[in-house]
């Protein structure tokens, strides 16, 4: 059984950064895509970005272009999501989730438990 | 990049009614790559349809989706209680993915 597995609560000062983990267990981590999603509080879903642990190669939303890093580390089925400069508006529990394609697209059929990160002086 | 526009935004009703859940974009979803999502408090989303009518391992079949193009619907035949929650569509057939704002099922 795939499980996705992230890093605890992180509470941050504006214009700095997080780094949250995913670290997937069970299953091959070549053979996924891993995106990232977050959801402020009482929002809805929002698409960050995505990578191909495979390939290396990552593509974000327009809207975090700059300000976020997804890296994958395959030799320990991890996942990284890098936010920086950050504000108040980033404050959110953030998801990883897995895709079954390295080629194509395809629904998350698997998610973190979530990562819940404040933003606060 | 797509919207997607889900309708209503909260919809009341009470166990053993049937549910329908619409979901709009605003361009054509590539190859009907559109999937619903539940998440109830406190938890993760959770996949229930992919494909626009393809259920999810596990997902009990009285969730179907249906639609294509601009148009999908989620429909849940007999409410259970457990069914309460609210449903995010998303399209994945185009980067950058998008969400729905989702829909909100309440007990009425």
């Known amino acids: 059984q795939v499980q996705l597995v992230q890093s605890g609560a992180e509470v941050k000062k504006p214009g700095s950064s997080v780094k949250v983990s995913c670290k997937a267990s069970g299953g091959t981590f070549s053979s996924y895509t891993i995106s990232w999603v977050r959801q402020a509080p009482g929002q809805g879903l929002e698409w960050m970005g995505r990578?191909?642990?495979?390939?290396?190669?990552?593509n974000y939303a327009q809207k975090f272009q700059g300000r976020v890093t997804i890296t994958a580390d395959e030799s320990t089925s991890t996942a990284y999501m890098e936010l920086s400069s950050l504000r108040s508006e980033d404050t959110a529990v953030y998801y990883c989730?897995?895709?079954?394609?390295?080629?194509?697209?395809?629904?998350?059929?698997?998610w973190g438990q979530g990562t819940m990160v404040t933003v606060s002086s | 990049e797509i919207v997607l526009t889900q309708s209503p935004g909260t919809l009341s009703l009470s166990p053993g009614e049937r549910a329908t859940l619409s979901c709009r974009a605003s361009?054509?979803?590539?190859?009907?790559?559109l999937a619903w999502y539940q998440q109830k408090p406190g938890q993760a989303p959770r996949l229930l349809i992919y494909g626009a009518s393809s259920r999810a391992t596990g997902i009990p079949d009285r969730f179907s989706g249906s639609g294509s193009g601009t148009d999908f619907t989620l429909t849940i035949s007999r409410l259970e209680p457990e069914d309460f929650a609210v449903y995010y569509c998303?399209?994945?057939?185009?980067?950058?993915?998008?969400f729905g704002q989702g829909t909100k099922l309440e007990i009425k």
């Open positions: 990578i191909i642990p495979i390939f290396g190669t990552a």
């Open positions: 361009q054509s979803v590539s190859s009907s790559y």
């Open positions: 998303q399209q994945y057939g185009s980067s950058p993915y998008s």
């Open positions: 989730a897995r895709e079954t394609t390295v080629t194509t697209s395809d629904a998350f059929d698997i």
